[in-house]
Every structure is written in structure tokens, then in C-alpha cells.
């Protein structure tokens, strides 16, 4: 069934192969305020925002589909406006984004909001893995998605829980590429150890040098052990083990250069990219012009937009190949 829904698209604007997900012949939608919006609530309790472009038409074939998971205490309005997967006129294989951000748990036994599996103070009796799955679920049997073109992004707790979907085996290929933005390493993230996807996986990934809550160099256990505890690993050792798990056999990067100020961009080409922004005079943001996320101090302001071209442009070339896909046969 899955295989006679592979088509090559004969729009002339969609130009790649895709693969309609079932909301392309029966979606229903979901009831959308004005703008495109609506908080969903999936019957595991669990909800997220959802937002549909204006430009979303399924006759134009299947559509992107973005997660954005916020950092611990975040909100998925907040992720929304720092992330800017909402915005007009950004396109994956020339048609426009479905986003989702989804909203993290409470843990009230330790006094936080809006958490993630992989911190080591995430909420044990909830499961975020399968909550992603529930969206991507969702979200496709609703709408015309292109199965191979969904992707994982998260910034902080929400970047760390995207740097452990990409080491899982069922979901280093239910995503098709992942965008973890000053992720928290934590141990449970798989940085140190135990990552194991099924495939080389492409990740896109950017840093502030000047990060306090997530430095960049890493951090140490209270007791200065390595790896355990609320230890987060070495940013650029965690790339370079990266380049190595994708086939390369150097951990030198293929290609480095300053496109924006006060940034260097490292590009590990193997079996797939590895693709890396350090930025020197940033803090704990996901990198805008517009100080876009307040969580930077001493600097939450970049030279340049992650999103929008880097983001964008690397999802674009980096749809799911269709062999991951279960049941998938050519
Ligand atoms: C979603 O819920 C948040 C928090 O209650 C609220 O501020 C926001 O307006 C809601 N958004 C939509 C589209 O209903
Ligand atoms: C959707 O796309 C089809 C085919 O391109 C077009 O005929 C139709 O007018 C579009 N609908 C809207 C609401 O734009
Ligand atoms: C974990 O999240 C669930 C679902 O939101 C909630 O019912 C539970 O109280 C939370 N646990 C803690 C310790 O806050
Ligand atoms: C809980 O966290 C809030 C915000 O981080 C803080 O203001 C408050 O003092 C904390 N409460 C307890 C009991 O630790
Ligand atoms: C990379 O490609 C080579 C050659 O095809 C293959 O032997 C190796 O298993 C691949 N490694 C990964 C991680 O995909
Ligand atoms: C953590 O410990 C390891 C191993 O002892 C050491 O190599 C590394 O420099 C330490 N990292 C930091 C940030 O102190
Ligand atoms: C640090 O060492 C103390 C004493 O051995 C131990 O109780 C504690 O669990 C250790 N902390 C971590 C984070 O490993
Ligand atoms: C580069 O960083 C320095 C230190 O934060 C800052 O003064 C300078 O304005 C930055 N350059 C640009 C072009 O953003
Ligand atoms: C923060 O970074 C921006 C972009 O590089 C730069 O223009 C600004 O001067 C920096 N601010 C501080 C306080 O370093
Ligand atoms: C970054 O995005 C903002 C909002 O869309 C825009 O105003 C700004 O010009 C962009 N910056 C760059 C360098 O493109």
C-alpha cells in the first residue's frame, strides 16, 4: 500500500520524490484558530502547538513537517517565537513548513516545568519518546505530509532530547535530520556513550562559546567525574565523535570557514553531513539577529539567523532515504 503511494510528483513545483503520508488522500485537519494555530492535546494528556503556513495546499503534494522541542521551562509559544519555524515563506523542497512545538512535562517533584527525557531531572513516569512519535502520528494522518521529509530540532534540554532521538535506532529514521541547538549533553542524551542509530544520521548544530548553562568546553560532575551525573560532555569532542559514527575517517573537518561574523562553521562530509556553527561572542541562545531568545546572557545576539537560510537549506537537502522506511521496498 505504502509503496504504491511512492510517487514522482509531476508538478513542475515539486521537483523531488516524496512520500505522501495517509492525510494526503483523507486528512480532516484539526479546527485552526485564524492564524493557523491550535494547542493539541494527544489522548495520552500530552499537547502541543501546532501551527499550519498559509500556503499549506495538499494539491501541491506532501508536505514538510518540523518539530521544535523548547528547553527545560520553556513554553511552546516561547519555542515558536525563538525558533521561527512559523515563519511566511520558509520552504523544504519548495513547499512551505508544518511545525510543531511540543510542550515538555512538569516535574513538580523537583520544581520544574516543561522538561524532556534525557536531563536528569526529566519526569519519570511520562514518555517523550513515544509523545514525539504521537505528534509525527498526529500530525500525518491529518494532513499531507512528506513521510521522509520530518525533522527534529530543540534547543537546550529540548536540543539534548533531539541529540538522543538521533542516536535511538527507531528514531535515528523516523526523522530525517536533526537540529540540536545548544543541546544539554547530559549523559542520559547518549553524548558519552551507548549512542546507536540506525544509519548515518545528518545533524546540523550551533554553540555560544560564552553558554553558562550548557558551556561549551563541557562540564564535570560536582565530584569532577566524567560522564555522569549532571556532567555534560565536550561540545566539540561530541561533533567529532559524530563525524567518526557517520563513516568519516578523520575527526578533521571536511570544510571551515567564518560566514558570519564572529562564527566559524565546521562541515564533517562522510556517509552523510555533520554541519557545525560555533559562535564566539554568543551565550545560551539559538542564534538570531534579533535576540530572539532572552536565555543568552552575556550575549543572546548573533550575527545571523540560524533557521533561516542554514536550518532550512540543510533540511532541504537532507530528506529520509526511502530504505529506512519500515516496510519500505524499492
Ligand atoms: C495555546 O495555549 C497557550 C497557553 O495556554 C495560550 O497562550 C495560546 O494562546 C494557545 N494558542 C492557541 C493557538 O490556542
Ligand atoms: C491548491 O492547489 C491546486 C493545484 O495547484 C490549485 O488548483 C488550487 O487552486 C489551490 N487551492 C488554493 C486554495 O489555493
Ligand atoms: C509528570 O507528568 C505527568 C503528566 O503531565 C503528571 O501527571 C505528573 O504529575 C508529572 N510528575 C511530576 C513529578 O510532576
Ligand atoms: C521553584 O522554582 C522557582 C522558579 O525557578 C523558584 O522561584 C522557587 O523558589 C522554587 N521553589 C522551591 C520550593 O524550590
Ligand atoms: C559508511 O559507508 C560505508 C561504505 O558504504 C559503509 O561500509 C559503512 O558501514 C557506512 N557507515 C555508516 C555509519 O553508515
Ligand atoms: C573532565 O574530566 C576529564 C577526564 O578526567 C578531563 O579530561 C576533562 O578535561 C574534564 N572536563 C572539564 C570541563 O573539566
Ligand atoms: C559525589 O560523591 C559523593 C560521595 O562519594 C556521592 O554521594 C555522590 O553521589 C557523588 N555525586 C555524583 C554526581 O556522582
Ligand atoms: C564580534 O564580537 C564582538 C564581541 O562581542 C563584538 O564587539 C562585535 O560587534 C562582533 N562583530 C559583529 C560584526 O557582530
Ligand atoms: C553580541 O553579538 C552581536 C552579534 O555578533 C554583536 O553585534 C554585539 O556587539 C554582541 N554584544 C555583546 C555585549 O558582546
Ligand atoms: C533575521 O530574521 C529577522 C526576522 O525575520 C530579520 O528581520 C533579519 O533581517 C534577519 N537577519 C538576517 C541577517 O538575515
Request: with cysteine; net charge neutral.
Amino acid at each position: 500500500m505504502f509503496t504504491s503511494a511512492v510517487i514522482l510528483s509531476l508538478l513542475a513545483s515539486v521537483s523531488a520524490w516524496t512520500y505522501p503520508s495517509p492525510g494526503c488522500s483523507n486528512g480532516a485537519g484539526f479546527k485552526l484558530d485564524s492564524t493557523g494555530r491550535v494547542n493539541r492535546t494527544l489522548p495520552s494528556g500530552r499537547t502541543y502547538l501546532f501551527h499550519l503556513p498559509g500556503a499549506y495546499n495538499a494539491s501541491n503534494g506532501a508536505h514538510p513537517l518540523v518539530l521544535s522541542f523548547h528547553g527545560a521551562g520553556g513554553t511552546s509559544a516561547n519555542q515558536e517565537r525563538l525558533s521561527q519555524f512559523s515563519q511566511d515563506g520558509l520552504l523544504i523542497n519548495e513547499l512551505p513548513i508544518i511545525a510543531a512545538y511540543p510542550q515538555g512535562a512538569n516535574n513538580a517533584a523537583e520544581n520544574r516545568t516543561g522538561v524532556w527525557y534525557s536531563a536528569p531531572y526529566y519526569n519519570k513516569t511520562v514518555d517523550d519518546v513515544q509523545f514525539a512519535k504521537d505528534i509525527v502520528t498526529d500530525i500525518q494522518n491529518a494532513y499531507c505530509v512528506d513521510r521522509i521529509r520530518i525533522y527534529a530540532s530543540g534547543k537546550s534540554n529540548g536540543g539534548g532530547f533531539t541529540a538522543y532521538l538521533a542516536c535511538r535506532p527507531d528514531t535515528s529514521v523516523l526523522f530525517a535530520a536533526f537540529a540540536p541547538v545548544s543541546p544539554a549533553l547530559y549523559p542520559e542524551s547518549l553524548a558519552f556513550k551507548g549512542c546507536n542509530p540506525a544509519r548515518a544520521v545528518p545533524i546540523i548544530n550551533a554553540h555560544g562559546v560564552l553558554d553558562t548553562t550548557i558551556p561549551f568546553a563541557g562540564r564535570n560532575d560536582t565530584n569532577g567525574t566524567y560522564g555522569v551525573g549532571v556532567a555534560t560532555i565536550n561540545v566539540p569532542l561530541w561533533r567529532r565523535q559524530w563525524a567518526i559514527r557517520n563513516g568519516c575517517k578523520t575527526d578533521v573537518p571536511a570544510v571551515q570557514t567564518n560566514p558570519y561574523p564572529n562564527t566559524t562553521e565546521m562541515i564533517w562530509r562522510c556517509n552523510t553531513t555533520f554541519q557545525a556553527y560555533t559562535v564566539s561572542n554568543l551565550g545560551h541562545s539559538w542564534p538570531t539577529t534579533g535576540a530572539l531568545d532572552a536565555s543568552g546572557a552575556p550575549n543572546n545576539t548573533a550575527s545571523f539567523n540560524l533557521t533561516s537560510p542554514a536550518m532550512i537549506t540543510f533540511f532541504d537537502v537532507n530528506p529520509l532515504p526511502f530504505q529506512y522506511i519500515p516496510g519500505y521496498k524499492a
